[in-house]
């Protein structure tokens, strides 16, 4: 009996490990939160529905302490390319001090767990599949991430950023987001904030 129950166990999880849809992508000009200066436009959406984080992520990240933020970054200028890199990518309450963004899809404690669990039997082949699907999770975390780019005149960039936040009761803090933009060929920096 337990061993019917565990492998219909593990066909269920293995069949939630399935893809996830991208994220709609628009203009940029056509997301509400949108800030332009200096020949670059950038836009902000946050995904705060726990419907939509399960939707395009299988989880919801709101219980775990992120806002998952789409962002878009256009370079509608027509000479000189500009560099973003996610490092450089601050977070923090509006009108105070900014803090890097975290890694949503680093390894947590229970991932340790699982990996300890999966050499015990009847228990390990649950805790294979179960690893399984956190390392698809992870995965497509990663593959929906906004990625380190160089922008040439009139190309575009969008992406995922993880803005940890902390709710008071249903809402939560205003948070800011810090944008730094190097324009190639020279050191001058163009920073975009945007605040939601």
């Known amino acids: 009996m337990r061993s019917a129950y565990i492998i219909w166990l593990s066909t269920t999880l293995s069949c939630l490990a399935a893809s996830f849809p991208d994220y709609p992508l628009k203009p940029v000009?056509?997301?509400?939160?949108?800030?332009?200066?200096s020949g670059l436009a950038v836009a902000a959406t946050p995904l705060e529905d726990r419907r939509g984080q399960y939707k395009y992520f299988g989880m919801d990240l709101k219980a775990r302490g992120y806002v998952p933020v789409f962002l878009v970054i256009a370079n509608q200028s027509s000479t000189g390319s500009v560099l973003l890199g996610k490092e450089g990518l601050m977070y923090g309450p509006a009108g105070h001090s900014q803090h890097s963004l975290a890694d949503p899809a680093k390894s947590s404690k229970s991932d340790h767990a699982l990996g300890a669990v999966e050499f015990i039997?009847?228990?390990g082949i649950l805790a294979r599949q179960m690893k399984s699907?956190?390392?698809a999770l992870k995965q497509n975390i990663l593959k929906k991430e906004l990625q380190s780019s160089t922008l040439s005149p009139g190309a575009s960039v969008q992406g995922f950023v993880f803005v940890p936040a902390h709710w008071t009761?249903?809402?939560r803090d205003k948070v800011q987001l810090s944008i730094p933009l190097i324009r190639s060929g020279s050191d001058?920096?163009?920073?975009?904030?945007l605040s939601f």
């Open 169 to 171: 009761h249903s809402s």
């Open 133 to 135: 699907k956190s390392i």
């Open 188 to 193: 001058e920096t163009v920073t975009v904030d």
């Open 121 to 123: 039997p009847y228990y």
């Open 29 to 37: 000009t056509e997301y509400p939160n949108i800030v332009t200066t």
